[in-house]
């Protein structure tokens, strides 16, 4: 295997593509992330990494507060427009045709059309340069009923979710595994 240093962009990939709703339902903003993710279980956390220049850095520092709303294939368009657009000058959810949700237990707007949306409570804020990280809490999780099945599962894989990579969205595929398959028998039982 050769190596090349790389030393811009994201070099970890892919990564999940979000829509961070921020501010209130009155001056709803909603801002695509992909610089994002799960760090702790118990109690539940998440960050999402926003430049300090974007309008909706200023909205989350003064709120402590913003959603995370995955982002369907059938969104990704919309999602492309929210990354391109301020909304200091634009209200995004009018121009892109996307609808704002009331949260249970904070501020910040979900997105009506996305499959899982999850509202998240700013513990803290860490500069790491050009971008800041929002470390916080999960504090609720809104999910369509078509995503739980008769069991209470959780089926993501039925969201056509995106994954963004060096540029490009990607729809992500078929399942080919679960966690401890590898060392399960053909029985489904351990060792």
């Not at 995955?70 to 919309?78: A, F």
């Not at 056509?160 to 540029?167: E, P, T």
Request: proline share 4%; aromatic share 6%; net charge positive.
């Amino acid at each position: 295997m050769s190596k090349v240093i790389w030393k811009s962009g994201t070099m970890l990939s892919p990564l999940p593509v979000v829509l961070a709703g921020c501010g209130t339902m009155d001056n709803p903003n909603v801002i695509t992330i992909a610089w994002c993710g799960i760090v702790n279980s118990d109690p539940a956390m998440a960050y999402i990494s926003v430049r300090p220049s974007r309008h909706s850095h200023q909205l989350i520092k003064k709120s402590g507060e913003f959603t995370l709303n995955t982002v369907s294939r059938e969104m990704v368009r919309k999602t492309d427009s929210c990354g391109v657009y301020t909304g200091a000058k634009v209200n995004k959810f009018e121009k892109f045709s996307l609808t704002p949700r009331t949260s249970s237990q904070i501020s910040a707007p979900m997105v009506e059309e996305s499959p899982l949306c999850l509202e998240c409570k700013v513990t803290q804020v860490i500069s790491l340069g050009s971008h800041d990280l929002f470390l916080a809490h999960i504090v609720a999780v809104q999910v369509e009923d078509k995503l739980i099945n008769e069991e209470g599962k959780l089926q993501l894989g039925k969201a056509h979710l995106v994954a963004y990579s060096h540029g490009d969205y990607m729809e992500l595929g078929k399942k080919i595994g679960s966690f401890g398959f590898s060392v399960k028998k053909k029985d489904g039982k351990g060792k």
